[in-house]
């Protein structure tokens, strides 16, 4: 496995690899490689002989009162994982590499509509920060495939909206989220819980679960079945930011015609911030 820094030497390895007719996947990441990360590996190796995987923790998707200074780094591990796994490269971009102007003369991209709305509304600037870093990492590595996680639902389809409205060669894969034994959904940001929030947190996902069952089952005032819900959560030991049930092809509000659903949530277990979702069919 190359570890490159440089966007150059980056760009000569895939100019060789395009005259090679090698198919590129790519998986970009902020690090702190958990096993939900490594699947995603795993997943594009099956379609692409290389396989490139970036770790650059993005300051532009902070908010001013978020967690960019303390989010964990493990780099000799994420490392050792990915060798493992025979990745191609490990690009490592320095951030005066990547906003060389500086984070506030950075051209930007943003997703109007799908940005601003769940946990966009929550934390405004997030997504316009994601679609900035990217857009600027696919035009760095030129990828035919790119791996994300599901269980950033609505990330997800701010990147598959960016990806055809900027007519990107590219295909957008969304692997499932990858769960531990009790639920919980697998993320960097769950090593920020000390034993008595780990305890509790997989009821996040239980209380999606449960909100499911009583849609399937015929229960149609969502109002109040998400009032409930956060209420539950609340008396566990959640402080519940959002419950939100939509389309899952559109994100907008549910309609009389829509079967396909999406239950996204996001609760502050302590300090730290736990989101999930659940798709599901009605």
């Not at 990330?155 to 957008?172: E, F, G, H």
Request: glycine share 6%.
């Amino acid at each position: 496995m190359r570890v490159i820094q440089d966007i150059d030497a980056l760009r000569e390895t895939r100019r060789a690899w395009r005259a090679s007719e090698e198919e590129i996947a790519f998986v970009p990441t902020m690090g702190n490689l958990h096993k939900g990360h490594l699947r995603l590996v795993e997943e594009a190796k099956k379609v692409s002989s290389k396989v490139v995987v970036s770790i650059f923790v993005n300051p532009l998707q902070f908010g001013p009162d978020e967690d960019l200074d303390a989010y964990p780094k493990t780099l000799e591990n994420d490392t050792a994982a990915l060798a493992a796994l025979d990745v191609d490269v490990l690009f490592m971009p320095k951030i005066d590499d990547i906003y060389s102007r500086g984070l506030e003369q950075q051209t930007f991209v943003e997703v109007p509509g799908l940005s601003y709305m769940i946990c966009g509304a929550s934390r405004p600037g997030h997504f316009r920060g994601v679609a900035t870093i990217v857009c600027k990492l696919f035009n760095m590595v030129q990828p035919n495939h790119a791996f994300f996680g599901e269980k950033d639902f609505q990330q997800l389809q701010v990147i598959k909206a960016m990806v055809t409205d900027l007519s990107m060669n590219l295909i957008i894969h969304g692997i499932p989220t990858q769960r531990h034994e009790d639920g919980l959904a697998m993320s960097s940001r769950n090593g920020y819980l000390d034993n008595e929030q780990r305890a509790i947190a997989h009821l996040l996902y239980l209380e999606l679960c449960a909100l499911r069952e009583r849609i399937k089952a015929g229960a149609r005032n969502f109002s109040e079945l998400i009032a409930a819900a956060k209420q539950r959560l609340s008396d566990a030991g959640f402080n519940p930011d959002y419950i939100e049930l939509r389309s899952a092809q559109t994100l907008m509000q549910v309609g009389h015609e829509d079967k396909d659903l999406v239950i996204l949530a996001a609760a502050f277990c302590g300090k730290t911030r736990l989101i999930d979702n659940l798709r599901f069919a009605i």
